[in-house]
Structures are given as C-alpha cells and as structure tokens.
C-alpha cells in the first residue's frame, strides 16, 4: 500500500492508506480460465508491494512487474515466438502497444478510448466472468465450424457422384441438399442455447 500525509503549516492533520484491490469476482475468473487450459500472467508497471500480493491472492500463474509498455510488448512478442495464443486484457494507455501486438486483444470497459480502439473486442459490462464465457463460446463455434464443414464435405462425396451417375433422382438429390443445409443451420444454432446458459449463470 501506500501512505499519504494530510498537513496544515503547523501539524500533521492525518495518515491516509491506499491499497489496490482486484476487480469483483476476478479470482474466481482466473480459476475458471486456468481450468479451461489457460496460463494467466499479470503484466504491470507498478513495482510495489501490493503487485504480489494481488497475483497471490488470485493464484495468477507468474507476475510481471516495474515493466514499460515496451517491455509488455517484448514479452507478448516472445510468449508468440514460443508458439502460444496469447489473449489480452487491458484498459490504460500503457497497455495500447500490447493489446494491437496480442494475437486476441479485450479492452475493459471502463479503458480509455484509446485502447478500446486498438482492442479486438471490448468487455462493455465489465464483469469479468464474460472473459471465460467468451473462450468457451469461441472454442464451441470453432467446434460447429469443424462439425458443420465436416458434414457438408461428406455429404458432397456421397450424394454429388450418385446423381451425376443418375443412380438417384434430382429430386432427391434436391431434398438431400436442402435436409443438409438444415442439418447445419440446426447445429449452428446450439451457440444460442450456449449464450442462453451463461446469461442464466451469470450472477
């Protein structure tokens, strides 16, 4: 933490203490990120105490501290040489160099204009249970994709030969087209039932 000193020109009127806290729910955000695979890093320019002890408090996996925006960048620059997927989340200006350098950029919603311009996405509401509930939702439509494009091949393989060659009729080959085309528009649309679940749980 760090002090500060109210004083008239004859007597010290008051001590004041100031200590940084962690957003609401941010630890149980870092406990759901790390179960989804992920390794959460804090990147910071403040080289005080009160760093470690935030990262302690919410189980971050490695802490960065006293670091120029610069130096952020370096290191975002190496974790991507190293092969990782790097996502990050930021709000000041410091953070601008960074959230353009990341491969996924999220800007909070309080950020400045700045780095909401330079972010891939912004977090509007703030709460930062929306950051897992976004991995998860892009981890499921990847999945769809895959799924849906899978299908959609297979079904070309079987049913284009079969009625080139006339073994069936192009009615048929009609209904087939338009019953696949449900098939992934149906399978598409189990993402809504995802956003659905988690703005239930969202607390």
Not at 122 to 141: C, E, F, G, T, Y
Request: proline content about 3%.
């Amino acid at each position: 933490g760090q002090w500060l000193l109210l004083a008239s020109d004859s007597e010290h009127l008051a001590w004041f203490g100031l200590n940084d806290c962690a957003r609401k729910q941010a630890r149980l955000t870092v406990q759901q990120l790390q179960q989804q695979g992920l390794t959460v890093q804090m990147l910071t320019g403040d080289s005080s105490a009160a760093v470690q002890h935030i990262a302690t408090g919410l189980a971050i996996d490695a802490v960065i501290s006293g670091v120029s925006p610069a130096q952020k960048l370096q290191h975002i620059q190496q974790l991507q040489k190293n092969g990782a997927q790097v996502i990050m989340v930021g709000d000041g200006i410091n953070d601008i160099p960074v959230l353009a350098g990341a491969q996924t950029s999220i800007a909070m919603g309080s950020a400045t204009d700045l780095a909401k311009t330079n972010a891939d996405a912004v977090l509007i509401s703030s709460d930062l249970q929306r950051l897992p509930q976004a991995i998860q939702l892009a981890r499921k439509s990847q999945s769809i994709i895959r799924q849906n494009l899978g299908w959609a091949i297979l079904y070309n393989l079987i049913a284009l030969p079969l009625a080139a060659t006339g073994m069936i009729a192009p009615y048929m080959a009609a209904i087939g087209m338009s019953a696949s085309s449900l098939v992934v528009v149906g399978n598409a649309l189990r993402l809504s039932k995802l956003g659905r679940q988690n703005r239930v749980e969202s607390p």
